[in-house]
């Protein structure tokens, strides 16, 4: 899993980098680059959209196959554990629940181990280096997205808890 975020975050910083290249030829165009300057800038996009999906894909196919495996570990133990209880107590408890026990449940770890770093990292440092970049290109600006976002946020997180008092005191009485 660390592999997997160390890759998907490499992965997000390359897949700033067509981003980085489209505003560098808009200002070269608008400038006078030559026209090798643009297409450097061409090619460092391209390979930026390239690298990051190959490396994001490295990084969530190693933890596809750390899920795969941990998920056979764990139902040939648990068959191997069901398989120790007596019959009478196997037969008392109907197939479609030891199916669940043995299939859906294990299957209920996917998220948490084949996308969790890559996916949480790939954010993160998606966020982090295209802001990096917006703060290198203008401070000003990111501080004015910076404080937008923060409303944003408080609008949303407010919006969202109004009226949550009464379902939590509801919830804990029906419990």
């Given at each position: ?34 026209a090798s ?93 295209g802001f ?44």
């Open positions: 899993m660390l592999v997997s975020a160390a890759l998907t975050g490499l992965g997000a910083v390359f897949s700033i980098l067509p981003y980085v290249a489209l505003t560098e030829i808009a200002a070269g165009l608008l400038g006078d680059a030559s300057t643009l297409w450097r800038w061409a090619a460092a996009g391209i390979v930026g959209i390239a690298a990051g999906g190959f490396l994001y894909s490295a990084g969530l196919g190693l933890t596809h196959v750390a899920e795969a495996d941990l998920r056979y570990d764990l139902r040939r133990r648990l068959v191997a554990t069901l398989g120790r209880i007596p019959l009478g107590a196997v037969d008392q408890t109907s197939s479609g629940k030891i199916r669940k026990i043995v299939a859906d449940d294990t299957s209920s770890i996917h998220t948490l181990v084949a996308h969790l770093a890559g996916d949480a990292t790939n954010t993160a440092v998606a966020f982090l280096a990096a970049y917006l703060v290198w290109v203008d401070w000003r600006m990111s501080a004015i997205l910076l404080a937008v976002w923060a409303l944003v946020m408080i609008l949303v997180v407010s919006l969202t808890f109004r009226g949550l008092e009464g379902l939590t005191e509801g919830s804990s009485a029906a419990q």
